[in-house]
């Protein structure tokens, strides 16, 4: 079975490795990532979603934070910081630096993202295909109430999503096309699963590069989705911020809705909440969904695991 996954950085990361685990060595799955988190900062290429993605399949990933490398350590960021230069709101450690140089020398090469992302992944061997969502840079920034825009990474990290945001941009992306191998993973999926990751910035911004919502609406493989919202709040991060800026609801219902179903236009099949959610679940199916209310916490591989054959389950339901 050939499973591709839209994925963001950790909640789309703990579900592929929940996945991986369900479905055993011999898997074939293909993970698109999204790039509109990425960023220059002191002369390198910063990727998080992808080296999320790339540490918590290869193993090195600071379980703790659920990003960045563990057992880390900070001496250049504090060294720069005695000069007066870097975010003491994003600092790169000292591990993961190397990550970013190495891709940075390598982009600088004149390799293309997509071929840089294989030549780190071999040494991660994270079990999957990694793909970047695209090989242009696309940075998504946020709009805030006063007409300026600032980096994603800084509404987020620095202001923990608290400044109001009016809407969010992708920088670049109206010269981006889908990267290499993207369209076909989807073409060629038996399934295609939407993990708990953001649906704005992370799976909503894969999804707004040219050629990929088409793709995936054109797929003939199912397309099942595992909501990212428990009992009307995010299973982590400040999603629900994301949500408001654009007038959806922190609520299971809504997110589907949003998405909305491949029936009526949308990009889904099926639908998975949390028990929590059950009363959204018997909402959606009265409208005509495919959806079951299941525990979706991913409070470990075993539990993460369930959930994903929870949502492959769905499949089975399917008109």
Same mark, same amino acid.
């Not at 009307?232 to 800026?245: E, F, H, K, N, Q």
């Given at each position: 079975?050939?499973?591709?996954?839209? $994925?963001?950085?950790?909640? /789309?990361?703990? *579900?592929?490795?929940?996945?991986? =685990?369900?479905?055993?060595?011999?898997?074939?799955?293909?993970?698109?990532?999204?790039?509109?988190?990425?960023?220059?900062?002191?002369?390198?290429?910063?990727?998080?979603?992808?080296?999320?993605?790339?540490?918590?399949?290869?193993?090195?990933?600071?379980? %703790?934070?659920?990003?960045?490398?563990?057992?880390? $350590?900070?001496?250049? $960021?504090?060294?720069?910081?005695?000069?007066?230069?870097?975010?003491?709101? *994003?600092?790169? /450690?000292?591990?993961?630096?190397?990550?970013?140089?190495?891709?940075?020398?390598?982009?600088?090469?004149?390799?293309? #993202?997509?071929?840089?992302?294989?030549?780190?992944?071999?040494? !991660?061997? +994270?079990?999957?295909?990694? #793909?970047?969502? $695209?090989?242009?840079?696309?940075?998504?920034? @946020?709009? #805030?109430?006063?007409?300026?825009?600032?980096?994603?990474?800084? !509404?987020?990290?620095?202001?923990?999503?608290?400044? +109001?945001?009016?809407? *969010?941009?992708?920088?670049? #992306?109206?010269?981006?096309?889908?990267?290499?191998?993207?369209?076909?993973?989807?073409?060629?999926?038996?399934?295609?699963?939407?993990?708990?990751?953001?649906?704005?910035?992370?799976?909503?911004?894969?999804?707004?590069?040219?050629?990929?919502?088409?793709?995936? @609406?054109?797929?003939?493989?199912?397309?099942?989705?595992?909501?990212?919202?428990?009992?009307?709040?995010?299973?982590?991060?400040?999603?629900?911020?994301?949500?408001?800026?654009?007038?959806? =609801?922190? %609520?299971?219902?809504?997110?589907?809705?949003?998405?909305?179903?491949?029936?009526?236009?949308? @990009?889904?099949?099926? !639908?998975?909440?949390?028990?929590?959610?059950?009363?959204?679940?018997?909402?959606?199916?009265?409208? /005509?969904?495919?959806?079951?209310?299941? +525990?979706?916490?991913?409070?470990?591989?075993?539990?993460?695991?369930?959930?994903?054959?929870?949502?492959? =389950?769905? @499949?089975?339901?399917? +008109?």
């Amino acid at each position: 079975m050939k499973v591709t996954v839209l $994925s963001g950085g950790v909640g /789309g990361a703990r *579900f592929t490795r929940g996945l991986l =685990a369900l479905l055993g060595p011999s898997a074939d799955v293909t993970v698109i990532a999204n790039t509109g988190d990425d960023m220059w900062l002191h002369g390198v290429r910063v990727c998080p979603d992808l080296d999320t993605l790339m540490y918590t399949l290869g193993g090195a990933v600071h379980e %703790d934070q659920g990003w960045g490398r563990r057992d880390e $350590s900070r001496r250049v $960021s504090d060294d720069l910081a005695a000069y007066g230069l870097g975010w003491e709101w *994003f600092t790169l /450690g000292d591990l993961d630096l190397a990550t970013h140089l190495a891709r940075t020398e390598l982009l600088r090469s004149g390799l293309p #993202l997509s071929q840089v992302t294989a030549r780190l992944c071999a040494r !991660w061997a +994270p079990g999957v295909r990694l #793909l970047p969502m $695209s090989d242009q840079e696309v940075e998504t920034h @946020v709009r #805030l109430a006063d007409g300026s825009l600032i980096h994603f990474e800084e !509404w987020w990290v620095r202001h923990r999503a608290a400044l +109001p945001a009016a809407g *969010f941009e992708q920088v670049g #992306l109206a010269s981006a096309t889908a990267g290499p191998g993207v369209v076909e993973a989807l073409r060629d999926a038996d399934v295609v699963l939407l993990p708990p990751s953001n649906p704005v910035v992370s799976v909503g911004t894969i999804l707004a590069v040219p050629g990929i919502r088409d793709a995936l @609406v054109s797929t003939s493989a199912p397309v099942v989705g595992v909501s990212p919202v428990v009992g009307g709040a995010p299973v982590r991060g400040m999603a629900d911020a994301c949500l408001t800026a654009i007038g959806v =609801a922190t %609520d299971a219902a809504a997110v589907a809705r949003h998405y909305g179903r491949r029936a009526d236009g949308g @990009v889904l099949d099926a !639908w998975l909440v949390d028990d929590a959610d059950a009363a959204a679940a018997e909402a959606l199916a009265v409208e /005509g969904w495919t959806v079951r209310a299941a +525990p979706t916490l991913m409070t470990d591989v075993p539990a993460t695991a369930a959930i994903a054959a929870a949502a492959l =389950a769905l @499949v089975d339901r399917l +008109p």
